[in-house]
């Protein structure tokens, strides 16, 4: 992939991002903040970041193209699972998907101020390099998915792939092992171009866009079956894109 060169416009339309990104979420941290405090409230806590989602994509005019092959009830609960190639994935995310869920992330995120309180608080973290942290971070996804909420997984486990648009393999166990374990479908989620949008820490206008996929059910198979499987949906989309707009 070829990098994106910026211009004045570019560098005036990326301060506008960001801009409206804080002031948003800053907007909406308290009201966020009281949810935390309540478990009973956390489900309006995830709306929330949903709502800032929705706001920041259209101020900032990445106006998000999105191709339901399935639309999840959003009464049911699901492993959302999908590409990392792009720091904005974890926003779109937020306004795509409109189950009550978590993310399923690493626990860098909680260095971030308010940000980082938040995630913790709604999301799950997981250190990696923490055998105990993984295995607690396991039986709060497990918890999870018994009470009814979906997970968001990306799971090559960041942004980790040396030849972008091509995922990191092989993928981390834990999205698979839940859904063998709890009997729960697995949607694939492509973010077919936010690695254009946003490669590195710089936004470039564009529509982001993403495909939610048929589920796929864990029944009869094994956790290297099923990383395959979503493998293939999520990367067949990617490629099918990249090949359109190799030469752009």
Same mark, same amino acid.
């Given at each position: 992939m070829s990098p994106r060169k910026a211009n004045v416009l570019d560098y005036l339309y990326n301060a506008w991002c960001v801009f409206w990104l804080v002031v948003i979420f800053l907007a909406l941290f308290p009201f966020i903040f009281i949810c935390i405090q309540v478990k009973s409230l956390n489900r309006l806590g995830t709306k929330l970041t949903n709502f800032w989602a929705d706001i920041f994509f259209f101020i900032s005019g990445l106006w998000v193209k999105t191709e339901y092959r399935f639309h999840p009830d959003k009464k049911g609960h699901y492993i959302f699972v999908a590409n990392h190639f792009s720091y904005l994935d974890v926003a779109v995310g937020m306004k795509v998907v409109r189950n009550y869920f978590s993310y399923m992330g690493k626990s860098s995120v909680k260095k971030v101020p308010l940000l980082g309180y938040m995630f913790a608080k709604l999301h799950i973290q997981v250190d990696r390099s923490d055998k105990n942290s993984r295995t607690r971070s396991f039986k709060r996804s497990m918890k999870a998915l018994e009470e009814g909420r979906s997970l968001f997984i990306m799971?090559?486990?960041?942004?980790?792939?040396?030849?972008?648009? $091509?995922?990191?393999?092989?993928?981390?166990?834990?999205?698979? $092992?839940?859904?063998?374990?709890?009997?729960? *479908?697995?949607?694939?989620?492509? &973010?077919?171009?936010?690695? /254009?949008?946003?490669?590195?820490? &710089?936004?470039?206008?564009?529509? *982001? /866009?993403?495909?939610?996929?048929? *589920? $796929?059910?864990?029944?009869?198979?094994?956790?290297?079956?099923?990383?395959?499987?979503?493998?293939t949906i999520i990367q067949t989309e990617i490629d099918r894109y990249a090949d359109r707009h190799r030469n752009h």
């Open positions: 799971p090559e486990g960041g942004i980790l792939s040396e030849i972008i648009p $091509v995922m990191k393999q092989p993928f981390k166990d834990g999205a698979f $092992v839940l859904a063998v374990e709890s009997k729960t *479908p697995i949607v694939p989620v492509t &973010f077919v171009n936010l690695y /254009r949008i946003m490669p590195g820490s &710089f936004i470039f206008w564009d529509s *982001p /866009r993403v495909i939610i996929h048929e *589920p $796929v059910s864990p029944e009869g198979k094994s956790t290297d079956e099923l990383k395959q499987e979503i493998y």
